[in-house]
């Protein structure tokens, strides 16, 4: 699997670089459609790509991560 | 302890004394350019590590990035159960050095790393001295530390570049950054040793060694409730109970074998025995190979309280870089320390079933999912103790 970062065709994933996430929990609260928490605070990410009406608040979530662990990417294969 | 001897099996031969010793036994090396990748390609060698990843394939991948490829040749071998790194460093070092320049002219490379275990560095820096064909690279030697995670590929080269064993966020891939930003080429001292011979020999020497769906041979840690611990080579598709009779077998009736190490899984030690040791013969049992790893539980030894130790010891092993493996390990190494020691709490198989799922894939690295499939092996076979446990009733084995 191969991450092109660049607006080529494919859909968007919410991806988390597991490293730099402390578990602050505001995506879970600002995108609760595709994003839970688990028993930590940490983000569970429903698998598979982001439905067209929700990229507004997926960005949003990203946005809002204190430490940028968030991104949206398309998932070329 | 396992004594200082790897029984050789069809490809490494003996252990070298020095390099004409070795030259004697196996030959010189021909001449090597990226023909070569082609050639393991059709060798169907996979890489024995862990991941059994088809090592043409990852040689083809370096090969395709433009900057000059640094190889670094991965020694550190984290799982305490295992030995086979050491063993092939320490008794047959020309072989991993063939593999390894063989890699740096075939890809083209212009720095070769070793990341060995501290203990093979004095002998292995000696057999490095005698090879006067490595100088066309910037050849050196790094220690890896003594920690589980350390072999994780993107820990290796973090530990070369930045002294920190520490997996990292992929992507990059090795393939694409690795050593000072360069394309990497990370592969296990064992596959390599087989390239160098690969080299030789060719692709369809290797692929006739062994009987198994992979080809080829390898290297076998066998310890815990048996007669002769120890290393061993065999044909891939030797199964698990003639390499074990083969080392003298084992006292009793012992219930489970842990087959492929922590990042394995535990098997009913009748069924165990039947299964072929190659990658994808035991792949398509739902079986890891892993790093070649045999270990039997002793009879009367109860699969809770081991199975509550292995994950103790994966939980203190944590990079804690990532939440769900630093809290989720651990708590269920609490849950597991309290079910194997009898004081279970009602949820508590529930708790691990839930929070096993939960960690797999959440991690920079696999150390998380290891941990979870290791738990399911453990629930998988263990089915009656851990009721017991679960229960509070008395472990006919703990007490």
Known sequence: ?77 | MIELALRPGPALGPPSRGYSDHVRVHGPLPTIDARLVETLEQSHLLGRGGAAFPVGAKWKAVLSQKQTPVILANGAEGEPLSDKDRFLVETRPHLLIDGALAAGWALGAGRVVFYLDGRSIPSFRRALDERTDASGFAVSIVRAPHRFIAGEETAAIHCVNDNLALPLTKPPRPYQRGVAGQPTLVQNVESLAYAGLIARYGAEWFRNLGAGESPGSLLITLSGAVHTPGVTEVPAGTSVGEVIDGMGGYPGHPSAILLGGYFGGWIDARLARDLPLDPISLRARGVALGCGVIHVLPEGACGVAETAKVIEYLASESARQCGPCVFGLRALADVMTALASGEAGSEDLGLIQRWSGDIRGRGACAHPDGAASFLQSALHTFPDAFRVHQARLRCATCS
């Open chain 1, 1 to 77: 699997m191969f991450l092109t970062p660049a607006a080529e065709e494919g859909d968007r994933h919410v991806l988390i670089d597991r490293i730099k996430c402390d578990g602050h929990g505001l995506c879970a609260e600002l995108l609760p459609e595709l994003i839970r928490l688990d028993d930590w605070g940490y983000p569970i990410i429903e698998p598979g790509p982001v439905p067209a009406d929700l990229l507004g608040h997926a960005r949003r979530a990203i946005n809002a991560c204190p430490v940028l662990a968030l991104r949206l990417a398309r998932l070329a294969t």
